[in-house]
């Protein structure tokens, strides 16, 4: 693995060479690619041309025929998406997306530039599905499709994390995720993808979840944070699993019950849905709210997001909740019920503490946990006490996925308001529709990746610096389970005074349960605002 | 062949090919013959040698640009008389010089003036200030 | 390399023309043939091209969300940037098309030591974007006059309007001045700024100019190499009522004027000029964000395999009896020991 620069080392240069973009050779060098999928991995969902092989080979062994998977994986697309075909017709480059990617602004490398990275498939397109394109060729942007295309695909199509940011500045709407998305499902095509994404895949598609926890042991876990809340403040809390009858069927991201900071936040639901007396289950078989099929293709989005559903209909619940996830959320607003619905074996959500009626999942039936929150503390069924998170100054990340295909943008921010105090947004310019991505979504989350994803995360670690200086902010929250990974490891190394939070994690600190311990801690274990000396006395 | 928003986009279409097609429905195939003004004003038919200030096809191009000229030269410079290239002096006036031989508006003016889409009392606006002399119909 | 390429096409394009009028005398070809072998393929183009794009169907719901979305009744919905009805799509529609709602957003970056970010006010392609298309499409409406027997009743108030200055004779529009301008920036713009070069295509370089010099030999029939206003009229008239005739003496000037209109109009549709149209279809601006509220349909939905609860019950059973989860199936009082050892 390559050792990352320093963030004063880092070299962030927007000039450009001196030789035209499809005259550029990619060049494969630590640190800015990641590792391709695993064999086994890629047999484990049954995805083409499993094999050994390394992006840094001149030979990527692609199957005899790769050129004509392609282009008819290319020609059935066109056909079954409008969006690609008018994507690939009538983007004019006005450049207005040029400066809105996070890996551009950190790269400096113009292939960065959505419109570039557009222009990667539809030279292509041109070449083979266009008149001038065929004629003119180079003059009118076509290109051959080489295995040099191939390769440029492979880099910039898994530089990009589908945060849809140029799409909003984009005057027709032209959605670069929409392009990668496509672009990652023709790669799979002919066994090109990273292991950070099939690898989750294969586990989430065989065991549940992506990190492949195995139906006991995702038991134990949980029951590890019973005992940990316990600790906490005396109360245990009682999940269930895959218990039939249950009204409600939750959902979260594995990351979340898996590594810190989000197993805080996995807390943070406990303790909530013990306090309101809410009768809901965990799945053990649904044990992923994250979606990398997305990452893969659609068709494997559906293959891994059709448990839900199935399992809500298993256990026979009313509605599903969703934890706090991004890319979860866009599938589940997106696609989920055109995928895998009609959920019509599901009822309408209704809050049973409210009585508030969920009119805006009506169909899907499924809702998320910060708007169910949101909704408790809005008609004053929780005891909260904001002054227990007194000592984080705080800002909010909007996830790209939840903000830009979604719009979920008050709700956390409601929520936040009632359970911290001190709340200062970032510029307006990096939060809401206009946030900027963590710098490592849509799979790109892994070690051998880390120096593009520290100048994927430049920009919005920019934004955090602002607030920290102006307004002394060392905390952050967020409503993804991503994030709460990514923005650790790249606080860590641009703004390492800020730790991350996840919106319930808060709500657990600030929640005044029924029958609690006076609490000294929050739930990492460190001690609460005013309670420092109750600690030292003990010493 | 499966079509989809089949709808929305076919209106669009429609919309589309009416608004280009325009001028094709809007005249019924009909084209007003271009105008050929009558040079048969008294005065005209009494001149021996038909000849305006300037050449025809100058004065079909340039004539406003005379008409400004002409009316910059008497109101602001005071001055009244106009050398033509062919050494023949006329006096810079609307009224006494050229609508002498063009006594009549509707056939010299408006003709063209209307078959060239132009607003009658605004552009040109000549006739803001002047007063046309009067015509037998 | 781009930019010469285009130059080149249309230097090339205008000496045809020239040298076709001048030393070859088609005024026929260039004065009838080509401009309705042009409408033809723009009006057909254009129509094939959407036609197409109706083929491929818009399977899932993927508006870009760029505000708050409909959601708890005490929660305000931005129901412009969030739609949800089709009467807000509509409205955000008509900003996207009318005011280009998304370019307004644009900013640019400047990076400074440390690195620090920003994020600067940047209006002008925005701006430039707006007077380019309002000053064509007034153009554009204003040369009605030339196509039609009697006036349309806007046509007249427009010019009157674009002429409002009153200065110089024929009376200057603004709308000829500011199309000059708007295509000059933009042209400009992709030339001067090192990322818009970089990402430039012949294909952008080349409507600019293409643009460029019809909005200059347009200009120059007016004000400078005037051409007879009645002949343009007669020609134009004998072809949209399908009687064609080029009268003598029209001058050159015209006939660059109009085969590079012609030129435009048969480009139109097999470039990204297309945006036009495109912009209407978008799926991510003209869909509303309704999709957790209505089922949206995919019409080419199909089942995939995926791994069922059966399945993954008999593949755990034993641990999920072990750890004491509900099971469907029983665990088999005798087989447990050898498929233990399998595993």
């Known amino acids: 693995m390559a050792?990352?620069?320093?963030?004063?080392?880092?070299?962030?240069?927007?000039?450009?060479?001196?030789?035209?973009?499809?005259?550029?050779?990619?060049?494969?060098?630590p640190g800015n690619f990641s590792y391709p999928g695993k064999a086994k991995n890629l047999q484990a969902v049954g995805l083409p041309n499993p094999r050994e092989w390394s992006p840094t080979d001149e030979d990527w062994k692609l199957p005899p025929n790769w050129k004509q998977i392609i282009l008819e994986g290319l020609r059935e697309r066109l056909d079954k998406y409008r969006s690609l075909r008018l994507f690939m017709d009538i983007c004019v480059r006005c450049g207005a997306c040029a400066d809105k990617c996070h890996f551009y602004l950190g790269s400096g490398d113009p292939k960065n530039m959505p419109v570039l990275r557009a222009e990667l498939l539809r030279s292509v397109y041109r070449k083979d599905f266009t008149l001038a394109g065929k004629i003119m060729g180079k003059m009118a942007g076509a290109r051959k499709l080489t295995e040099d295309v191939i390769k440029e695909w492979f880099m910039y199509f898994f530089q990009c994390t589908?945060?849809?940011?140029?799409?909003?500045?984009?005057?027709?709407?032209?959605?670069?995720?929409?392009?990668?998305?496509?672009?990652?499902?023709?790669?799979?095509?002919?066994?090109?993808?990273?292991?950070?994404?099939?690898?989750?895949?294969?586990?989430?598609?065989?065991?549940?979840?992506?990190?492949?926890?195995?139906?006991?042991?995702?038991?134990?876990?949980?029951?590890?944070?019973?005992?940990?809340?316990?600790?906490?403040?005396?109360?245990?809390?009682?999940?269930?699993?895959?218990?039939?009858?249950?009204e409600i069927l939750f959902v979260t991201p594995s990351g979340d019950v898996f590594a810190d900071p989000g197993t805080y936040t996995l807390m943070g639901y406990l303790m909530l849905f013990h306090e309101i007396g809410l009768d809901y289950t965990w799945s053990t078989y649904a044990s992923e709210g994250g979606n990398f099929g997305l990452f893969t293709s659609h068709e494997m989005m559906k293959r891994l997001n059709a448990k839900m559903y199935a399992e809500?209909?298993?256990?026979?619940?009313?509605?599903?909740?969703?934890?706090?996830?991004?890319?979860?959320?866009?599938v589940i607003n997106q696609y989920m019920d055109t995928m895998n619905g009609p959920a019509d074996f599901l009822e309408v959500p209704v809050s049973p503490i409210t009585g508030t009626r969920f009119d805006n999942a009506q169909s899907t039936k499924m809702i998320h946990i910060v708007e169910f929150t949101a909704d408790l503390i809005k008609n004053g069924k929780l005891k909260l006490d904001p002054s227990r998170n007194d000592n984080l100054i705080m800002t909010y990340h909007d996830s790209c996925n939840t903000s830009r295909g979604m719009g979920f943008l008050e709700e956390p921010r409601y929520v936040l308001k009632n359970v911290v105090n001190n709340f200062y947004e970032m510029p307006p310019n990096t939060i809401r529709e206009q946030t900027f991505c963590c710098g490592s979504g849509s799979g790109l989350n892994n070690d051998e990746f880390m120096e593009m994803r520290m100048r994927g995360g430049l920009p919005r670690a920019n934004a955090v610096q602002y607030v920290h200086d102006k307004h002394g902010v060392n905390a952050m929250s967020c409503i993804c389970a991503i994030d709460r990974a990514v923005l650790t490891a790249s606080m860590n190394y641009w703004v390492p005074d800020v730790t991350i939070y996840g919106i319930h994690e808060l709500v657990g600190n600030a929640l005044v349960m029924e029958g609690e311990q006076e609490r000294t801690t929050d739930l990492r274990g460190e001690p609460l605002p005013g309670m420092e000396d109750a600690e030292n006395e003990d010493i | 062949m499966k079509i989809y928003d089949g709808k929305y986009i076919l209106i669009g279409l429609l919309v589309f090919v009416g608004v280009i097609t325009f001028p094709i429905w809007f005249n019924l195939g009909k084209a007003a013959p271009p105008p050929e003004?009558?040079?048969?004003?008294?005065?005209?038919?009494?001149?021996?040698?038909?000849?305006?200030v300037l050449p025809r096809e100058e004065m079909r191009t340039g004539h406003m640009q005379i008409l400004n000229d002409w009316r910059t030269q008497v109101v602001r410079n005071g001055k009244r008389m106009y050398v033509a290239a062919d050494g023949k002096t006329y006096e810079m006036s609307l009224q006494n010089e050229c609508m002498r031989c063009h006594s009549n508006k509707t056939q010299f003016c408006d003709q063209c003036h209307t078959y060239a889409g132009l607003k009658l009392d605004s552009t040109p606006y000549c006739w803001t200030c002047h007063v046309p002399p009067k015509e037998t119909k | 390399m781009g930019i010469r390429f285009s130059l080149a096409a249309v230097v090339a394009l205008v000496l045809a023309v020239f040298l076709g009028i001048k030393a070859a005398g088609l005024t026929y070809f260039f004065g009838v043939c080509v401009p309705y072998a042009a409408i033809l393929a723009f009006v057909g183009g254009v129509v094939y091209k959407v036609l197409k794009w109706r083929r491929s169907p818009v399977p899932f719901r993927i508006a870009t969300t760029a505000g708050q979305q409909k959601s708890l009744p005490w929660i305000k919905q931005d129901r412009l940037e969030n739609p949800v009805t089709k009467k807000e799509v509509v409205g955000r529609m008509l900003l996207e098309v009318f005011l280009f709602r998304s370019l307004f957003r644009n900013t640019k970056f400047q990076m400074d030591q440390g690195p620090k970010l920003y994020y600067q006010w940047e209006k002008w392609l925005w701006l430039a974007g707006l007077l380019f298309h309002y000053a064509f499409f007034i153009i554009l409406v204003r040369h009605l006059r030339f196509f039609t027997n009697s006036l349309p009743f806007f046509v007249e108030p427009l010019e009157r309007l674009d002429g409002f200055l009153q200065v110089g004779l024929p009376g200057v529009y603004i709308t000829d001045a500011l199309f000059i301008v708007a295509v000059t920036y933009l042209f400009i713009r992709r030339i001067v700024i090192p990322q818009m070069r970089y990402m430039s295509l012949p294909a952008d370089y080349f409507p600019l100019l293409l643009l460029l010099t019809i909005g200059v030999t347009g200009i120059m029939t007016r004000y400078f190499t005037k051409v007879d206003l009645l002949k343009v009229k007669q020609l134009a008239m004998?072809?949209?009522?399908?009687?064609?005739?080029?009268?003598?003496?029209?001058?050159?000037?015209?006939?660059?004027?109009?085969?590079?209109?012609?030129?435009?109009?048969?480009?139109?549709?097999?470039?990204?000029?297309?945006?036009?149209?495109?912009?209407?279809?978008?799926p991510t601006r003209n869909q509303p964000n309704d999709s957790r509220i209505v089922r949206h349909i995919n019409p080419w939905n199909y089942p995939v395999k995926v791994h069922t609860y059966a399945e993954y019950e008999d593949h755990f059973r034993e641990k999920m009896v072990e750890a004491g989860l509900p099971v469907e199936k029983e665990l088999p009082a005798e087989a447990t020991t050898p498929q233990a050892g399998k595993e």
């Open chain 1, 312 to 330: 809500a209909k298993r256990l026979g619940v009313k509605y599903i909740i969703g934890g706090e996830c991004g890319h979860m959320w866009r």
């Open chain 1, 3 to 29: 050792k990352v620069p320093k963030p004063n080392e880092l070299v962030i240069d927007h000039r450009l060479p001196g030789t035209g973009w499809m005259d550029t050779p990619v060049v494969f060098r």
């Open chain 3, 238 to 282: 004998s072809l949209v009522t399908f009687n064609p005739i080029v009268p003598e003496g029209i001058g050159v000037i015209f006939f660059i004027h109009l085969f590079l209109v012609s030129i435009l109009l048969a480009y139109f549709p097999f470039s990204k000029l297309m945006h036009a149209g495109g912009v209407f279809l978008s």
């Open chain 1, 162 to 246: 589908e945060c849809r940011r140029c799409s909003l500045f984009c005057p027709y709407g032209i959605d670069t995720a929409e392009i990668t998305i496509i672009g990652r499902e023709l790669l799979n095509l002919i066994g090109c993808n990273i292991d950070w994404v099939v690898g989750p895949v294969a586990n989430c598609y065989n065991n549940g979840n992506h990190l492949g926890i195995q139906p006991h042991a995702f038991k134990d876990m949980i029951e590890f944070f019973v005992d940990e809340i316990e600790a906490v403040n005396g109360i245990r809390v009682e999940p269930t699993f895959n218990r039939k009858g249950a």
């Open chain 2, 37 to 52: 003004p009558k040079l048969d004003t008294p005065v005209i038919m009494q001149m021996a040698q038909k000849q305006c």
